[in-house]
Each structure stands twice: as structure tokens, then as C-alpha cells.
């Protein structure tokens, strides 16, 4: 158990429809970083946030945003949902409050959207 | 350009043997941080191993090693004698711009799928 939580496990949805999924970081760990992984297009870094603070953004489409509450718990919105957005979406954190230097980063278990 | 490398899409180990699975990455980034991943079928991303740009020691973590040559920019993972449950894809992956606003990012690779023979 890497200490990372997401929910729901799985989300069945149809197309045009909006969905959030929730991540909690390991205690006191401060990023959270969310990524995409689909078949034809692998793991996808979407975007990372630093202490509440959006810290890097790669590949997020405009439909999709995200936040990092002050509790650091952070929610990944994805809005007019397309077939193509079907996907494995995983959230890690990483960067402990007391850090011991390290950059490693810890998965959860991820969210299977299903777009139908 | 591709950040990450991984050259073998598949690989086959028998049972107990050792196995490499290579990665190379690409950075213009003094510190830097490089990781392996395990996903099995069940779909969990499980870290195995860290590297960072400054350890002078290769990484170790039970039967799992990082072979780090850094003037050559390659970063392979050597599992030791493989067990059954090792079958899994296996992702290469590297950190770069560390706390650096709006440029610290993980890069994956494409993975490697291995198969262990009994």
C-alpha cells in the first residue's frame, strides 16, 4: 500500500458528461501530480501541484482541470467527456513536508473512466 | 525528442535468472532524479527503485539494482533472480527541474513488458 488513496475505483460515464476524481497524498507529502494512461498513448503527465500552488502542467487538455485544496487533498475535473478520454488515471504524490531530499514518487491505485 | 528510452518493448527470463531492461533519458538538467516502476495486469504502479543524479553509489533494493552510468545517460534496471510474479510492464521514468516552477515534471517511458518463464 503506497499510502496514496483515489476514488471512485471506477466510473462509468457517457459521453458530454463531467466527472471529478479525488486524491489524497501520503500524509504529509506536499506534490500531486496526475496522469493519464491509455492504450494507444502511455502514461501522460497531466499536472502537478505543489502545496495547494499549480507547479507543471504537461499534456491536460482544456476540458480537464484540477486542484489542490489546503487539507492537499486534490480533485482532477474532466468536463464533455469524449470516447477518447477512456483512460487509466492515476494520481502520486510526493515531496514530504520534512523531505529527506528524494524525489520519489508514490502511486495510487488509479480511476478506470469508461466513456460510453 | 524523446526524454525517455526504453528499446525493448518485450523481454523473456527464465525463472532465477537475471534480467536488464534498459533505459536511456535525455536532460539538460544538472539534478535530476530516475525511478523504475512496476505495473502488473492488475494495473498499480509500484516504485521499486530511485536514482539520483548526485548518488555516487548505484541504487539497490533487494533483488533490484539501477545500473547508473551517467556520462552515457542510461539508467537499467537488473532484477535478480527473476520469480514468476516479476511479469509485469516495467516504466523507466526521470525528474527533472526538481521544485523549479513551472518545470518540474515526470517524464515516463514506454515501458517494457517482461515475461517470466517458468
Known amino acids: 500500500d503506497s499510502g496514496v488513496t483515489q476514488t471512485p475505483k471506477h466510473l462509468i460515464t457517457a459521453t458530454g458528461q463531467r466527472v471529478t476524481l479525488r486524491c489524497s497524498p501520503r500524509?504529509?507529502?506536499?506534490?500531486v501530480y496526475w496522469y493519464q494512461q491509455s492504450l494507444d498513448q502511455g502514461l501522460q503527465f497531466l499536472i502537478q501541484?505543489?502545496?495547494?500552488?499549480?507547479?507543471a502542467k504537461g499534456n491536460i487538455l482544456e476540458r480537464f482541470s484540477a486542484q489542490q485544496f489546503p487539507d492537499l487533498h486534490s480533485e482532477l475535473n474532466l468536463s464533455s467527456l469524449e470516447l477518447g478520454d477512456s483512460a487509466l488515471y492515476f494520481c502520486?504524490?510526493?515531496?514530504?513536508?520534512?523531505?529527506?531530499?528524494?524525489?520519489?514518487?508514490?502511486f495510487g491505485p488509479g480511476t478506470r473512466l469508461t466513456v460510453t | 525528442a524523446q526524454k525517455i528510452t526504453q528499446t525493448q518493448p518485450g523481454m523473456f527470463v527464465q525463472e532465477k535468472e537475471a534480467v536488464t531492461l534498459d533505459c536511456t533519458y535525455d536532460?539538460?538538467?544538472?539534478?535530476?532524479?530516475l525511478f523504475w516502476y512496476k505495473q502488473p495486469s492488475s494495473g498499480e504502479m509500484i516504485f521499486l527503485i530511485y536514482?539520483?543524479?548526485?548518488?555516487?553509489q548505484n541504487a539497490t533494493e533487494g533483488r533490484y539494482s539501477l545500473n547508473f552510468q551517467k556520462a552515457r545517460k542510461s539508467a537499467n534496471l537488473v532484477i535478480s533472480a527473476s520469480q514468476l510474479g516479476d511479469s509485469a510492464m516495467y516504466f523507466c521514468?526521470?525528474?527533472?527541474?526538481?521544485?523549479?516552477?513551472?518545470?518540474?515534471?515526470?517524464?515516463f517511458g514506454p515501458g517494457t513488458s517482461l515475461s517470466v518463464i517458468p
Open positions: 502520486a504524490s510526493s515531496d514530504p513536508a520534512l523531505g529527506s531530499g528524494s524525489y520519489e514518487q508514490y
Open positions: 500524509s504529509g507529502d506536499l506534490s
Open positions: 501541484y505543489y502545496n495547494g500552488e499549480e507547479r
Open positions: 536532460t539538460s538538467d544538472q539534478s535530476y532524479g
Open positions: 536514482q539520483g543524479s548526485y548518488d555516487e
Open positions: 521514468a526521470m525528474r527533472e527541474g526538481f521544485m523549479k516552477t513551472s518545470y518540474d515534471k515526470v517524464i
